[in-house]
Antibody, heavy 120, light 110 residues
Framework: QLQLQESGPGLVKPSETLSLTCTVSGGSINSINYYWGWIRQPPGKGLEWIGNIFYTGSSYPNPSLKGRVTMSLDTSKNQFSLKLSFVTAADTAVYYC????????????WGQGTTVTVSS | QTVVTQEPSFSVSPGGTVTLTCGLSSGSVSTSYYPSWYQQTPGQPPRTLVYSTNTRSSGVPDRFSGSILGNKAALTITGAQADDESDYHCVLYMGSGIWVFGGGTKLTVL
């Protein structure tokens, strides 16, 4: 059974880069069947899609994040990563990594989430 | 910019039926948007309920059902139970690798 686990710093300073990694177990990220994605949830608010990456390395960031998003895969470690640059307090959120079915476009499996606070 | 709309809140009586909707600020939702629905309780990650309009995720009881109603995607809960009290999120696939979430609906069972 596929499981996802986020990891990374819980505190990031304004204007710096937020970096998170998602470790996948129970399946390979090198699969045509899935996109690998990131979603966040600011405190008390709804979910926001950040972006997805396909096993080919093609990435699809949310245009509203204005080019601050970089995603990558590490197939040797079965991990995928997110970098969000020039963070502000508005980027404070719980960040989830997800597996997205590439046929049905549903977010099948979610990580437990990791809280990232942007503060000096 | 495309906005996905959901009712901010809804209430249902125990045992009752409620239909939550997911629409577009401009245009109609169809199966081509592959609408999916997620349930979330405080402090927990979302749980997948329905994907591709009306396919229930594994282990989801059949009192949760998805559909297209008019120009919106819909999630209907029949026989509402106390533990259905949650936030419900919908997301639409816009094509070209882009997804957009609605603002979520807070469901109260009372």
């Amino acid at each position: 059974q596929l499981q996802l686990q986020e990891s990374g710093p819980g505190l990031v300073k304004p204007s710096e880069t937020l970096s998170l990694t998602c470790t996948v177990s129970g399946g390979s990220i090198n699969s045509i069947n899935y996109y690998w994605g990131w979603i966040r949830q600011p405190p008390g608010k709804g979910l926001e899609w950040i972006g997805n990456i396909f096993y080919t390395g093609s990435s699809y960031p949310n245009p509203s994040l204005k080019g601050r998003v970089t995603m990558s895969l590490d197939t040797s470690k079965n991990q995928f990563s997110l970098k969000l640059s020039f963070v502000t307090a508005a980027d404070t959120a719980v960040y989830y990594c997800v597996e997205v079915d590439s046929s049905y476009y549903g977010m099948d499996v979610w990580g437990q989430g990791t809280t990232v606070t942007v503060s000096s | 910019q495309t906005v996905v709309t959901q009712e901010p809140s809804f209430s249902v009586s125990p045992g009752g039926t409620v239909t939550l909707t997911c629409g577009l600020s401009s245009g109609s939702v169809s199966t081509s948007y592959y609408p999916s629905w997620y349930q979330q309780t405080p402090g927990q990650p979302p749980r997948t309920l329905v994907y591709s309009t009306n396919t229930r995720s594994s282990g989801v009881p059949d009192r949760f059902s998805g559909s297209i109603l008019g120009n919106k995607a819909a999630l209907t809960i029949t026989g509402a139970q106390a533990d259905d009290e949650s936030d419900y999120h919908c997301v639409l696939y816009m094509g070209s690798g882009i997804w957009v979430f609605g603002g979520g609906t807070k469901l109260t069972v009372l």
